[in-house]
C-alpha cells in the first residue's frame, strides 16, 4: 500500500491550493483518511480527517477555509485549502487507516510530505 500526496506549491496570502492523496495497492477497506501538516519548529499537527461513516472533521484553525472530500473509485482524498495564510505554510502529510486484505486488520500508513508555501 501507498500514499501519494501531491498539489503542494507557493501561493500569495488569500490564495487558494488543493491537495491530493491518492491510496493504491492491496487496498480491501478504507475506514479513516486524514492530513497533517508539520511547520518548522512545530509539532505536527491534524488538520482534517474523513470517516468512511461519512463524517469529516476540521482543526479549528482550518474551519471554514479548508474542504476535505473523497473519491471513493480513486481512493483518494482531496484538500481545498482557500483563504490561505502565511500560518498555513508548512509540510501536509496525508495518512489513513487501511485494510489491505478481506483477512486481518487495518494498519496505519503516511504518505510522503508536500509542501505549501504561503507568502504575504
Known amino acids: 500500500v501507498q500514499l501519494q500526496a501531491s498539489g503542494g506549491g507557493s501561493v500569495q496570502a488569500g490564495g487558494s491550493l488543493r491537495l491530493s492523496c491518492a491510496a493504491s495497492?492491496?487496498?480491501?477497506?478504507?475506514?479513516?483518511m486524514s492530513w497533517y501538516r508539520q511547520a518548522p519548529g512545530n509539532l505536527r499537527e491534524l488538520v482534517a480527517t474523513?470517516?468512511?461513516?461519512?463524517?469529516?472533521n476540521y482543526a479549528d484553525s482550518v474551519k471554514g477555509r479548508f474542504t476535505m472530500s473523497r473519491d471513493n473509485a480513486k481512493n483518494t482524498v482531496y484538500l481545498q485549502m482557500n483563504s490561505l495564510t502565511p500560518e498555513d505554510t508548512a509540510v501536509y502529510y496525508c495518512?489513513?487507516?487501511?485494510?489491505?486484505?478481506?483477512?486481518?486488520?487495518?494498519?496505519?500508513?503516511w504518505g510522503q510530505g508536500t509542501l505549501v508555501t504561503v507568502s504575504s
Open positions: 474523513w470517516r468512511s461513516g461519512g463524517s469529516t
Open positions: 495518512k489513513a487507516e487501511i485494510k489491505p486484505h478481506v483477512t486481518g486488520g487495518y494498519f496505519l500508513y
Open positions: 495497492g492491496s487496498i480491501f477497506s478504507i475506514n479513516v
